[in-house]
């Protein structure tokens, strides 16, 4: 399904809750988002994130929005509270070298796939950021800006985000050269120059144009980056 079912309708001033209160008025329950971090990122993993959150006042998150939109203290914040208010949540983690191997948009589908699969409580229906994601048995509905308008949605972004994040500063305590805790893998001039200077990394994505650039190696077809 890419569409709402027939008959529901998401006003504009709805809110960020106004697609999971449409989809149950239609007798969806439970309703899971899913959303990942770090496909941009040359270096580090993906993750993906799925959360269900309860109806009603039980399921409101104090200060949710799109992860990127959040400063890390509020992501924090908002980690602690999906965590504790979800009625399941999962994350999924996609290595650097699976990225490689499996390329960046089949690994994406794939990290979303596993997390939705992961959830503890079996979702009637799932809403994805941005693009329909095939394959998880249940209907479900891609949202422009998903992260930014659908509560579960940007739950599961917080979710991959602060995961990421965390990962990010753990490989930083190993390879500081790069300084992955500031950039967390993604290009910056920091990271640039730390990668002309000193190559890639056992945790970067040597898919990407730069990274193989700062090896010394040809493009592939299909590079990323």
């Given at each position: 399904?890419s569409?709402l079912?027939?008959?529901?309708?998401?006003?504009?001033?709805?809110?960020?809750?106004?697609?999971?209160?449409?989809?149950?008025?239609?007798?969806?329950?439970p309703?899971?988002?899913v959303?990942?971090?770090?496909?941009?990122?040359?270096?580090?993993?993906?993750?993906?994130?799925?959360?269900?959150?309860p109806?009603?006042?039980?399921?409101?998150?104090?200060?949710?929005?799109d992860?990127?939109?959040?400063?890390?203290?509020?992501?924090?914040?908002?980690y602690?509270?999906?965590?504790?208010r979800?009625?399941?949540?999962?994350?999924?983690?996609?290595?650097?070298?699976?990225?490689d191997?499996?390329?960046?948009?089949?690994?994406?589908?794939?990290?979303?796939?596993?997390?939705?699969?992961?959830?503890?409580?079996?979702a009637?229906?799932?809403?994805?950021?941005?693009?329909?994601?095939?394959?998880?048995g249940?209907?479900?509905?891609?949202?422009?800006?998903?992260?930014?308008?659908?509560?579960?949605?940007?739950?599961?972004?917080?979710?991959?985000?602060?995961?990421?994040?965390?990962?990010?500063?753990?490989?930083?305590?190993?390879?500081?050269?790069?300084?992955?805790k500031?950039?967390?893998?993604?290009?910056?001039?920091?990271?640039?120059?730390?990668?002309?200077?000193?190559?890639p990394?056992?945790?970067?994505?040597?898919?990407?144009?730069?990274?193989?650039?700062?090896?010394?190696?040809?493009?592939?077809?299909?590079?990323?980056?």
């Open positions: 399904m569409t079912p027939k008959g529901a309708t998401v006003r504009r001033d709805a809110g960020i809750y106004g697609y999971e209160r449409a989809l149950r008025r239609h007798g969806f329950e309703i899971a988002g959303d990942e971090a770090g496909r941009g990122a040359c270096a580090g993993p993906l993750v993906a994130g799925a959360a269900i959150l109806a009603g006042k039980a399921g409101i998150v104090p200060g949710l929005a992860s990127k939109l959040l400063t890390a203290a509020a992501r924090e914040r908002c602690d509270q999906i965590v504790r979800a009625l399941a949540w999962s994350v999924v983690v996609i290595p650097h070298d699976e990225c191997r499996l390329g960046m948009h089949v690994a994406n589908v794939e990290a979303l796939r596993r997390a939705v699969a992961k959830l503890a409580l079996p009637s229906y799932v809403l994805t950021d941005g693009f329909p994601v095939d394959g998880l249940v209907p479900g509905l891609a949202v422009w800006k998903g992260d930014r308008v659908a509560a579960c949605v940007a739950a599961a972004s917080v979710l991959a985000k602060v995961t990421r994040d965390r990962l990010m500063v753990e490989l930083d305590e190993q390879w500081p050269a790069y300084d992955f500031t950039h967390k893998g993604y290009i910056t001039a920091t990271h640039t120059a730390a990668l002309e200077e000193h190559g990394s056992p945790v970067h994505r040597m898919r990407f144009v730069n990274v193989r650039r700062a090896a010394g190696l040809e493009p592939l077809p299909g590079d990323e980056g």
